[in-house]
């Protein structure tokens, strides 16, 4: 496994690669890897005789009073295990090998419209465009067939596919199950922040959120009119919000949005897909979730 610093040596490992005709699969992380991580290397190797993971804090996509500065950094631990995963090279540049000297945005960046307007867009004014910048750069540099995402960050996942068809990167972008802990906290890198009073609470989320979505499968299997759409009770979205409070999360936003555009959906229509998204804080720590809505296989689909 090699390990690159530098744009111009993953550009010239990867086009002998492609010489060869072999294919290429990229994990872009910013590093703290854990198991959701491998996990979506092990997807990238199916696809792939290479992969490439990249790790780079990337702080244009952090706002200001965001964690940027605390963010866990552990690349010598990330690199042993992307050798064990099979990587074939890590690329782990720093802030002035990937933005210049002069930094970023200089002049360029990519307007995203309407898909970040809601959830994680709503408050993190700035984030996606942060995403894509970077995302972008690095599709660029590594040129991969395919690249894998996790589900977790389901509206980072649905704004670069959008980006990948829009500009029209040869590529395909796949989306990595979310993977848990053992009483279903969703694995992130920003879980080592909580306390242990924070943790034995946090998975009151999952369940929220799977709550939800168990009574709005039930409301679309109980309802004739699927093809008419089928009105949200927006009171089962607020006794899980209301719930939540009373257990002391913060509640950014608990939501049910369609796909791909991420607006909310007041109405389901059968044939297609939704996501009940949520972002909480506990104390200091922003925790995100999300679960399918899948109709299309009305009515005998599970969430
Ligand atoms: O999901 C992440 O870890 C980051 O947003 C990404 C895609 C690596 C861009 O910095």
């Known amino acids: 496994m090699k390990l690159a610093h530098k744009k111009n040596e993953v550009r010239h ?8 005709n072999l294919r290429v699969a990229f994990v872009p992380t910013m590093g703290a890897l854990h198991e959701g991580h491998l996990a979506l290397i092990r997807q990238a190797r199916q696809h792939a005789d290479h ?32 050798r064990t995963e099979g990587v074939s090279l890590v690329f782990a540049p720093d802030y002035e090998e990937m933005y210049g000297r002069a930094g970023a945005p200089q002049y360029v960046s990519i307007r995203i419209s309407k898909m970040h307007e809601h959830l994680c867009g709503a408050t993190r004014k700035g984030h996606f465009e942060g995403v894509l910048q970077v995302v972008n750069k690095l599709f660029l540099i590594v040129r991969p067939d395919v690249a894998v995402f996790g589900q977790k960050d389901i509206q980072q996942w649905f704004i670069i596919r959008q980006m990948v068809e829009e500009f029209d990167h040869p590529m395909e972008v796949l989306m990595g199950p979310t993977r848990r802990e053992e009483d279903g906290l969703a694995m992130s890198s920003r879980n080592v922040y909580l306390t242990e009073e924070e943790r034995n609470k946090a998975p009151l989320l999952f369940e929220a959120i799977q709550r939800l979505s168990q009574r709005l499968t039930g409301v679309i299997r109980d309802s004739n009119n699927g093809d008419a759409g089928i009105p949200v009770d927006e009171s089962l979205i607020k006794a899980e919000i209301e719930r939540l409070r009373a257990n002391g999360f913060k509640v950014d936003y608990l939501s049910l949005v369609s796909t791909p555009d991420l607006q909310p959906a007041c109405v389901i229509h059968s044939g297609r897909l939704y996501v009940i998204a949520a972002a909480v804080w506990l104390g200091k720590t922003r925790l995100i979730d999300n679960v399918l809505l899948n109709t299309r296989k009305y009515p005998d689909h599970d969430a």
Do not use: K
Not at 52 to 79: C, H, I, K, M
């Open 13 to 20: 490992i990867v086009s002998e690669w492609r010489a060869r």
């Open 51 to 82: 992969v490439v993971v990249s790790v780079f804090v990337n702080p244009t996509q952090f706002g200001p009073g965001e964690d940027y500065q605390q963010y866990p950094r552990s690349l010598s631990a990330d690199v042993e295990q992307c």
